[in-house]
């Protein structure tokens, strides 16, 4: 299973552009890059995923290179609201899929601080 | 449901007691995860179920956990004589019956466990 590498915490202020790259080296062929947002007395939150190149949607963007051994989380325009833990994932879907292993394993994700 | 329902949302068990862990998946999804989140942590994989089948269990700590899901839908997990280091949020998550979706979980917002 591929192993992922995230900083453990970054600050920003109301109004910046956040970005949370992710090391995976050892991604396999058929992994996917997923990212979730978990907040406090909360479960974690489905925000984005990609395969290759780059993906966008109403919250998020994100960056995939062509070796994928990284991948960067682009939030625009941060608010307070967006403090949270930000975890960057691997997996392959086929093993999610009738597959014979759940294998998306959670990190420990980026604690994000934004301040007024 | 609208979305995954987990119950009890707090449990406070002495030591050596047995507890048992509800939950309610979306409706029509058929893969099934629990994980375990420790204070701090990121969530730690216990086992994941396609319909009532228990594919992979490799993520539970001991014998003393058992999990099951005996028509394909609600699925409990059980802790026999727990152990104070049982304590923490359990999440239950879900995901449809699609490729694409296979990675995206949505997840209930937990079972803060406390042994005394």
């Known amino acids: 299973l591929a192993k992922t590498t995230q900083p453990i915490s970054m600050d920003s202020y109301e109004g910046q552009e956040v970005n949370i790259t992710c090391s995976h080296n050892n991604i396999a062929t058929n992994d996917y890059i997923t990212w979730y947002q978990q907040f406090p007395s909360q479960g974690p939150r489905f925000i984005i995923q990609?395969?290759?190149t780059k993906v966008t949607n109403e919250v998020a963007s994100l960056f995939i290179p062509a070796d994928r051994k990284s991948s960067t989380l682009s939030l625009p325009r941060v608010s307070l609201s967006d403090t949270a833990v930000y975890y960057c994932?691997?997996?392959?879907?086929?093993?999610?899929?009738?597959?014979?292993?759940?294998?998306?394993?959670f990190g420990k994700g980026t604690k994000l601080s934004v301040k007024p | 449901g609208a979305g995954v329902s987990q119950s009890p949302r707090y449990k406070v068990a002495k030591r050596g007691q047995d507890v048992a862990l509800r939950c309610d998946p979306i409706s029509g999804h058929v893969s099934l995860f629990w994980y375990q989140q420790a204070l701090g942590q990121g969530p730690e994989f216990l086992t994941y179920f396609q319909n009532e089948a228990q594919l992979d269990k490799s993520g539970l700590p001991s014998d003393r956990f058992f999990a099951e899901r005996p028509e394909g839908s609600v699925s409990t997990l059980k802790i026999q004589r727990t152990q104070q280091e049982d304590s923490a949020v359990y999440l239950c998550?879900?995901?449809?019956?699609?490729?694409?979706?296979?990675?995206?979980?949505?997840f209930g917002a937990g079972s803060r466990l406390t042994v005394l």
């Open positions: 990609g395969y290759k």
């Open positions: 994932l691997v997996g392959d879907m086929d093993m999610n899929y009738g597959g014979s292993q759940g294998n998306l394993i």
């Open positions: 998550a879900s995901s449809p019956p699609t490729r694409a979706g296979a990675n995206v979980l949505t």
